[in-house]
Structure formats: C-alpha cells, structure tokens
C-alpha cells in the first residue's frame, strides 16, 4: 500500500540555522499539506499546497517558512533561521481531495 | 475555529463500547477522525463531509452533525489495540484543517 516518507526521521540543528525537510507524497495525490506537532500537543496546520502553490496557511507560517516542490514527487519544508520554539514533529500529509490526508511517519526537529 | 473535543482521557475495559465527541462553533466543509500512536503520524480513520453523514469502519462509526458543527466517532466492542489518541479534524476553507486537542484512550485487558 502507497504511504508517505518524510525524510530525516530526527534533525538535529543549531539555533538560527536553516533546515530542510523532505518529504515524498503518495504518487496520484494533488493536494499537500504541512503540520507540526509540539510535544504531547494537538497537531498545527502550517500550510496546504495544490497546482504549485499555497492555497492556505497559519499563523504560524510566516516568513521563516516556505514550501517547494521542486521535481514531481518531492515536497519540502524549509525553515530559513531556526528557533528553540521550532522544536517539533513535523509531518506531511496529501490527499487526492481536500477530504482526506494521509500523514507519514515525521520528522523529529531538535533545535538547540 | 477551536474544536473542542471530550472527553480529554478515556479508560475503559476490554470489550467496552466508546463513543468520542467533537464540536466547534464554526462550519466545517469536512471532518475527519484520525488515531495517533507515540512516535508516528496520524492515520485516518473516518472522513465525513455530507451534513448529517453516518460512516462506518469495521468497528468504527461516525456522523458529521446535521450543522456540520458537530461530529461523534463509536468504537464498539473495544481490543488493547484501540489505545492511542484519537483527533478530530475539522477542514476549512481552502484546504485548512484543524485539528482538535484529542482524546488518549486506554483500553485494559
């Protein structure tokens, strides 16, 4: 059965240091979607991404974030200068409507 | 756009039935329930998006309210593998979803 991966499982990353998360959607999926996870918090919409662009995202998401997707199967996370609140799961989901997302497993970002 | 979901914990025995409330003073266009294991991601469970819709998963089921402010997710006769946190998650406009703040199930044998 087709799943997401999301690359590194953990990340381990100074202060102010710039990241790079990765991860691959399942393959006939259109729609994108980024989350964070705090330590035994709710899960946190950061943004969605369908036809190249970003259809929505949170307060959270400022101008430290962007989202790419580079090739045809790549969907990446960058945080251009990390912050100790940064500290999180982060997982990617997609979904062939807006109805239904499908997570992968997470990266675990350590800033320290 | 704050769901609120109860109960916050649930421990019941082996074989019992549970039922897991969500509810938000805003519309949802869809709701979806999910099931989160420590360390891993949420996996889908039910996904609703007709008002007054009523699904089923094996022992799973669930309805989205009739306003589409609501929803309930029923896991009957339930096994030691049921334990997780369950989440509602409600989509918004344009691909927003939220999520709400969960609800840790322990089952004992």
């Known amino acids: 059965e087709p799943e997401v991966t999301q690359t590194p499982s953990h990340q381990v990353t100074q202060m102010g240091q710039e990241v790079i998360l990765r991860c691959v959607p399942i393959?006939?999926?259109?729609?994108f979607y980024w989350y964070r996870q705090i330590l035994g918090q709710k899960v946190e919409f950061l943004v969605s991404?369908?036809?190249?662009?970003?259809?929505?995202k949170s307060e959270i998401f400022d101008d430290q974030f962007s989202v790419e997707r580079p090739d045809g199967s790549n969907f990446t996370l960058k945080i251009r200068s990390t912050k100790l609140e940064d500290s999180a799961m982060y997982f990617c989901?997609?979904?062939?409507?807006?109805?239904?997302?499908?997570f992968g497993p997470g990266t675990r970002l350590t800033v320290t | 756009q704050l769901l609120e979901q109860s109960p916050q914990f649930l421990s019941i025995q082996e074989g019992e039935n549970l039922t897991v409330y969500c509810n938000s003073s805003?519309?949802?266009?869809?709701l979806q329930w999910y099931r989160q294991e420590p360390g891993e991601g949420p996996v889908l469970l039910i996904a609703?998006?007709?008002?007054?819709e009523l699904t089923s998963n094996g022992r799973l089921t669930a309805q989205f309210g009739i306003t589409r402010k609501d929803s309930f997710l029923n896991i009957s006769a339930s096994i030691p593998s049921d334990v997780g946190i369950y989440f509602c998650?409600?989509?918004?406009?344009?691909?927003?979803?939220?999520f709400g703040a969960g609800t840790r199930l322990t089952v004992k044998p």
């Open positions: 998650a409600g989509g918004y406009n344009n691909n927003d979803m939220r």
């Open positions: 989901a997609s979904g062939t409507s807006d109805y239904e997302q499908y």
């Open positions: 609703l998006y007709k008002a007054g």
């Open positions: 805003s519309v949802f266009s869809s």
């Open positions: 991404f369908y036809n190249n662009e970003i259809s929505e």
């Open positions: 393959s006939n999926h259109l729609y």
